[in-house]
């Protein structure tokens, strides 16, 4: 055997005496722990008896681990960390733990007197399962009947002490245990093991950070080494304060402390760190400071600020997507003790760029709070409107006519809209105001005055009220406070409904009277009689055309104008209508329809100078007579006869429906859609002759079955190319000598294949 060999054999000899001392012995220890657990059939034992507290009592709990202690404290849902640093833990993490505790069952207990040559003792010893150097040494002590307020609530009853040590875990999952000054070793259940060994004070902690919200502050302080942005909160409305003042956005406000609020704990890094420079906290790259103002005690009227500090450092790795950062509460000149990594996405919400944090708007009053609305323009109208539950008006010294509410709703919304663009920070106006608006609010006192000042580049400059910070904002945005006061004149021109009128007459450009009139006829008696409008007939007319009329009406009765002029040119052609109210009211209306200018007048008293819609001017210049030229039907017609280019062809049908064309084969589709179209002809408007240069391209020629004809001269060329013009005779009684059909008639179909 040489060397080599022997030192082999020495170094196996070693290994087999190492796993005989440490796994045998103990296998020795578990074959006496299973004796036990048989005899005791798998029966298990509270550790505690007597138990009077619940989760929202008081409890202190201290932690010993190797590497070192841990002191928490809380009540119901507030915990937190008080050794040997301060911090928020999640409630459900620490409640478990005094529960674990309280609730401590075991199945086996191993009573010794610790002399190992005492041949009664059975079981294992401390250093055998971990318990000389303990795991974890938790101690709970609970006061039944307080609350997390131990100065508002005293303590009743006796204190509720107790310690646990934990040793190895045994079979299936229990654990080596010992309670209190108890020599004897005990099997617990494994759910202390899993909370206060495999998991730390870190997985304790609340990751959500404890970050006072919008409603609870009062000052928000951004420090960015040096340069700082600071905000306060009066009366409910936040103001910058540093280092400029003005208005802060109630909206970027909002997002900051959301972002804040809402920041979470992405790793615990360190506590109590003997270097902040490690982690770029010597020097914060950011710190965010805000105060809220709390009760000394609950139902104390007297009230302390606190002050919360978040401090963030550098980034934690080369990506820079995540910083170093620590959370102090309380004294301004608190020490970091804790040492957590964050998103850095919350930076982007923290700008140090005043622009940023001013509210735009340069009045906060709301448009649907409105109740005043002034103006005064430097070399202009000057009005006031006040808002009763009637609407809007103008005041005493008002321009002589009613408000509209539309147009009147829509200044005053477009004035509480307007944001500024850029801002001037302690302005002091070098002249006169271009104009002044007051603004009142229902409920709220005193009105906003904007003074809005001329400015270079199309813009103005806004003061509101006693502000020192000018907005500057778009010229075209103010536009409608330098509109003449007519421009916010009630747009009904007459307020009139189709139902009172028993008399319309249209005189048009072409010298043609059309006169409506129906009578009004009154049914039944005393207070019950009612008066009902008849049927309406057009003068010396059979018929008419009831759309036109209708759609006529409905957009002059009652008459709006879709803006007010301070006056008008006389107009070369001009259309003239006549309303008449069966009360006896006269209602005069001139129109342009080329401007779409218009005048009316009642009862002679004129109205003033307005401009129409372009459907009103298309309803005007409508064909009010029967625009059906030809009544007849397919089954009345004999024959067709059609003339073009020196050509003639005549279309008939058989008894069974068959088109003939000069007795031969015919296309029925095209035949059929002579003897569609030709039938109740329908004509756009009538003309009182034919254009000067109307030649007939296709003469048509229609013979009855009673034997009278029916002749449509139909033009190829035309000056608008939607239109044809025809002239249109009978062999009765010569009939209107021009009309103007459509050109996609079927009149232009070819009937022969």
Same mark, same amino acid.
């Given at each position: 055997?040489?060397?080599?060999?022997?030192?082999?054999?020495?170094?196996?000899?070693?290994?087999?005496?190492?796993?005989?001392?440490?796994?045998?012995?103990? =296998?020795?220890?578990?074959?006496?722990?299973?004796?036990?657990?048989?005899?005791?059939?798998?029966?298990?034992?509270?550790?505690?008896?007597?138990?009077?507290?619940?989760?929202?009592?008081?409890?202190?709990?201290?932690?010993?681990?190797?590497?070192?202690?841990?002191?928490?404290?809380?009540?119901?849902?507030?915990?937190?960390?008080?050794?040997?640093?301060?911090?928020?833990?999640?409630?459900?993490?620490?409640?478990?733990?005094?529960?674990?505790?309280?609730?401590?069952?075991?199945?086996?207990?191993?009573?010794?007197?610790?002399?190992?040559?005492?041949?009664?003792?059975?079981?294992?010893?401390?250093?055998?399962?971990?318990?000389?150097?303990?795991?974890?040494?938790?101690?709970?002590?609970?006061?039944?009947?307080?609350?997390?307020?131990?100065?508002?609530? /005293?303590?009743?009853?006796?204190?509720?002490?107790?310690?646990?040590?934990?040793?190895?875990?045994?079979?299936?999952?229990?654990?080596?245990?010992?309670?209190?000054?108890?020599?004897?070793?005990?099997?617990?259940?494994?759910?202390?093991?899993?909370?206060?060994?495999?998991?730390?004070?870190?997985?304790?902690?609340?990751?959500?950070?404890?970050?006072?919200?919008?409603?609870? $502050?009062?000052?928000?302080?951004?420090?960015?080494?040096?340069?700082?942005?600071?905000?306060?909160?009066?009366?409910?409305?936040?103001?910058?304060?540093?280092?400029?003042?003005?208005?802060?956005?109630?909206?970027?406000?909002?997002?900051?402390?959301?972002?804040?609020? #809402?920041?979470?704990?992405?790793?615990?890094?360190?506590?109590?760190?003997?270097?902040?420079?490690?982690? *770029?906290?010597?020097?914060?790259?950011?710190?965010?400071?805000?105060?809220?103002?709390?009760?000394?005690?609950?139902?104390?009227?007297?009230?302390?600020?606190?002050?919360?500090?978040?401090?963030? *450092?550098?980034?934690?790795?080369?990506?820079?997507?995540?910083?170093?950062?620590?959370?102090?509460?309380?004294?301004?000149?608190?020490? /970091?003790? @804790?040492?957590?990594?964050?998103?850095?996405?919350?930076?982007?919400?923290?700008?140090?760029?005043?622009?940023?944090? =001013?509210?735009?708007?340069?009045?906060?009053?709301?448009?649907?709070?409105?109740?005043?609305?002034?103006?005064?323009?430097?070399?202009?109208?000057?009005?006031?409107?006040?808002?009763?539950?009637?609407?809007?008006?103008?005041?005493?010294?008002?321009?002589?006519?009613?408000?509209?509410?539309?147009?009147?709703?829509?200044?005053?919304?477009?004035?509480?809209?307007?944001?500024?663009?850029?801002?001037?920070?302690?302005?002091?106006?070098?002249?006169?105001?271009?104009?002044?608006?007051?603004?009142?609010?229902?409920?709220?006192?005193?009105?906003?005055?904007?003074?809005?000042?001329?400015?270079?580049?199309?813009?103005?400059?806004?003061?509101?009220?006693?502000?020192?910070?000018?907005?500057?904002?778009?010229?075209?945005?103010?536009?409608?406070?330098?509109?003449?006061?007519?421009?916010?004149?009630?747009? %009904? @021109?007459?307020?009139?409904?189709?139902?009172?009128?028993?008399?319309?007459?249209?005189?048009?450009?072409?010298?043609? %009277?059309?006169?409506?009139?129906?009578?009004?006829?009154?049914?039944?008696?005393?207070?019950?009689?009612?008066?009902?409008?008849?049927?309406?007939?057009?003068?010396?007319?059979?018929?008419?055309?009831?759309?036109?009329?209708?759609?006529?009406?409905?957009?002059?009765?009652?008459?709006?104008?879709?803006?007010?002029?301070?006056?008008?040119?006389?107009?070369?052609?001009?259309?003239?209508?006549?309303?008449?109210?069966?009360?006896?009211?006269?209602?005069?209306?001139?129109?342009?329809?080329?401007?779409?200018?218009?005048?009316?007048?009642?009862?002679?008293?004129?109205?003033?100078?307005?401009?129409?819609?372009?459907?009103?001017?298309?309803?005007?210049?409508?064909?009010?007579?029967?625009?059906?030229?030809?009544?007849?039907?397919?089954?009345?017609?004999?024959?067709? $006869?059609?003339?073009?280019?020196?050509?003639?062809?005549?279309?008939?049908?058989?008894?069974?429906?068959?088109?003939?064309?000069?007795?031969?084969?015919?296309?029925?589709?095209?035949?059929?859609?002579?003897?569609?179209?030709?039938?109740?002809?329908?004509?756009?408007?009538?003309?009182?002759?034919?254009?000067?240069?109307?030649?007939?391209?296709?003469?048509?020629?229609?013979?009855?079955?009673? #034997?009278?004809?029916?002749?449509?001269?139909?033009?190829?060329? %035309?000056?608008? @190319?939607?239109?044809?013009?025809?002239?249109?005779?009978?062999?009765?009684?010569?009939?209107? #000598?021009?009309?103007?059909?459509?050109?996609?008639?079927?009149?232009?179909?070819?009937?022969?294949?």
């Amino acid at each position: 055997m040489n060397i080599r060999t022997t030192l082999v054999l020495v170094v196996l000899l070693a290994v087999v005496a190492g796993f005989f001392y440490f796994f045998e012995r103990g =296998r020795a220890t578990t074959r006496q722990i299973e004796e036990a657990r048989n005899a005791s059939n798998g029966d298990y034992t509270a550790a505690f008896t007597g138990i009077d507290f619940t989760d929202t009592d008081h409890a202190t709990v201290t932690i010993t681990r190797p590497e070192g202690s841990v002191t928490f404290e809380g009540a119901g849902e507030t915990w937190k960390q008080t050794a040997p640093v301060q911090f928020p833990l999640e409630s459900w993490s620490a409640k478990q733990i005094v529960r674990d505790v309280r609730d401590l069952q075991y199945s086996e207990k191993f009573p010794h007197t610790g002399d190992k040559s005492d041949p009664s003792h059975k079981g294992p010893y401390p250093k055998d399962v971990g318990l000389d150097s303990p795991l974890a040494t938790i101690k709970v002590e609970v006061s039944p009947g307080s609350s997390s307020d131990k100065s508002a609530q /005293p303590p009743k009853g006796n204190r509720w002490t107790h310690t646990v040590k934990l040793g190895r875990q045994s079979l299936g999952g229990r654990v080596y245990a010992m309670i209190d000054e108890d020599p004897s070793i005990y099997v617990v259940l494994g759910n202390i093991y899993s909370s206060v060994v495999e998991h730390n004070i870190h997985d304790w902690r609340r990751k959500s950070l404890p970050i006072p919200g919008e409603t609870a $502050s009062k000052s928000l302080t951004l420090n960015n080494q040096g340069q700082a942005l600071s905000l306060e909160k009066t009366d409910g409305a936040w103001l910058l304060d540093q280092p400029e003042s003005g208005r802060a956005s109630d909206e970027k406000i909002k997002a900051a402390f959301n972002a804040l609020t #809402s920041l979470y704990v992405n790793e615990f890094v360190a506590d109590n760190p003997s270097s902040l420079a490690l982690y *770029g906290l010597d020097h914060p790259s950011m710190t965010v400071e805000i105060q809220t103002t709390t009760p000394v005690k609950e139902g104390d009227a007297s009230k302390v600020d606190e002050v919360t500090r978040l401090l963030i *450092g550098s980034p934690t790795d080369l990506k820079a997507d995540k910083v170093f950062a620590s959370l102090v509460t309380g004294n301004r000149g608190g020490k /970091p003790e @804790v040492v957590f990594s964050i998103d850095k996405s919350v930076l982007d919400k923290l700008s140090l760029n005043v622009k940023d944090w =001013r509210d735009p708007r340069i009045t906060v009053m709301q448009p649907r709070g409105l109740n005043s609305l002034g103006v005064l323009v430097h070399e202009g109208p000057v009005y006031s409107l006040t808002k009763t539950v009637e609407g809007w008006g103008f005041d005493a010294e008002g321009p002589g006519f009613t408000a509209d509410q539309g147009l009147v709703g829509d200044l005053a919304t477009s004035l509480t809209n307007v944001k500024a663009e850029d801002y001037q920070p302690d302005f002091k106006p070098a002249g006169p105001e271009a104009a002044v608006v007051k603004l009142g609010m229902i409920g709220k006192p005193g009105a906003d005055v904007l003074r809005i000042y001329p400015r270079d580049g199309g813009t103005y400059t806004v003061l509101r009220n006693d502000e020192s910070v000018g907005y500057v904002v778009k010229a075209s945005d103010l536009a409608g406070v330098f509109e003449p006061v007519l421009k916010l004149r009630n747009r %009904t @021109v007459v307020d009139t409904g189709g139902a009172k009128i028993d008399r319309v007459s249209i005189a048009n450009m072409q010298d043609d %009277t059309f006169t409506f009139t129906r009578q009004f006829k009154t049914q039944g008696e005393g207070e019950k009689a009612t008066t009902e409008p008849g049927d309406w007939s057009l003068l010396n007319m059979d018929s008419y055309d009831h759309e036109a009329l209708d759609n006529l009406l409905a957009r002059i009765a009652p008459l709006r104008a879709e803006s007010w002029l301070e006056s008008v040119h006389q107009p070369l052609n001009f259309i003239h209508v006549t309303l008449h109210e069966h009360d006896g009211r006269t209602i005069d209306l001139t129109v342009d329809p080329t401007s779409r200018h218009a005048t009316a007048a009642v009862d002679g008293k004129d109205i003033g100078f307005f401009t129409v819609s372009q459907t009103v001017v298309e309803s005007l210049t409508a064909e009010f007579r029967d625009r059906v030229i030809l009544k007849i039907t397919p089954s009345d017609i004999a024959s067709i $006869s059609l003339d073009q280019n020196g050509k003639s062809i005549i279309v008939t049908q058989d008894a069974e429906g068959v088109y003939k064309v000069s007795n031969a084969d015919a296309d029925s589709a095209s035949c059929g859609a002579i003897y569609s179209s030709l039938s109740g002809l329908t004509v756009e408007h009538y003309l009182s002759s034919p254009p000067a240069d109307f030649k007939p391209a296709r003469v048509f020629t229609i013979t009855m079955k009673d #034997s009278s004809t029916h002749q449509v001269a139909l033009s190829g060329t %035309t000056v608008n @190319v939607d239109d044809r013009y025809a002239t249109i005779s009978d062999s009765r009684s010569k009939r209107l #000598s021009g009309d103007v059909v459509k050109s996609g008639d079927a009149v232009q179909s070819d009937p022969v294949e």
